[in-house]
């Protein structure tokens, strides 16, 4: 039994998907159990709650071989990024009370800089938070999402594609989300387990 955050997403959804194609079970914790429905009609074990529940979300992790954590997305943070910070700080707490064998954790490209993040932020904050566990981690360091690029397409019709990273004249590494899950699913997967990494992709 693997645990997966993040299910009704890309990257939790193809890792969940992953992960059942080779015969393993999955739980996943959903704010939405009605979002989710077509997760429980394939098998997948929903934990309705909320991220920043540390009891909950520690019951989700006992007894599984391994977990798979995200931040939730948030286009609109805190300054502080209070918002990340409680969600770490829950993360910490349940991991305490119930470790898993193994940890895959999302993180971005950048994440390793201290300043000049933006939206970032929060995974430089998720790696900094969940470093030092006592167990075999891992943080996939993704590049920009080619699914974020849909959004452009339209208005790139017009002779313009809008980005956000810059400078506009720096080649940046880009990966399907599809990709990303079959990643994070196969360092789950791995036996013997692992130490502590970083995979860029």
């Not at 009370?97 to 971005?108: E, N, Y």
Request: overall charge neutral; proline content about 5%.
């Amino acid at each position: 039994m693997f645990l997966v955050t993040g299910i009704t997403g890309h990257v939790g959804g193809a890792t969940a998907r992953h992960l059942l194609e080779t015969g393993k079970q999955v739980r996943a914790l959903v704010r939405d159990e009605a979002k989710a429905a077509a997760w429980k009609d394939r098998g997948v074990e929903l934990v309705k709650g909320e991220w920043e529940d540390s009891a909950l979300l520690a019951g989700a992790l006992d007894g599984v071989e391994g977990a798979y954590l995200m931040m939730p997305p948030s286009q609109t943070p805190s300054r502080d990024f209070r918002e990340a910070k409680a969600v770490i700080a829950s993360y910490k707490e349940a991991l305490a009370r119930s470790a898993p064998p193994k940890l895959v954790a999302l993180s971005s490209m950048g994440s390793e800089k201290s300043s000049g993040l933006g939206l970032i932020t929060a995974t430089h904050l998720l790696e900094e938070g969940l470093r030092d566990l006592p167990f075999p981690t891992a943080f996939v360091r993704a590049g920009g999402f080619f699914e974020n690029f849909l959004f452009g397409l339209q208005a790139a019709q017009g002779g313009t594609l809008p980005v956000f990273y810059t400078p506009t004249d720096r080649k940046l590494p880009m990966v399907a989300t599809e990709d990303i899950g079959a990643q994070v699913a196969k360092l789950l997967s791995w036996r013997p387990h692992w130490g502590r990494c970083w995979a860029a992709m």
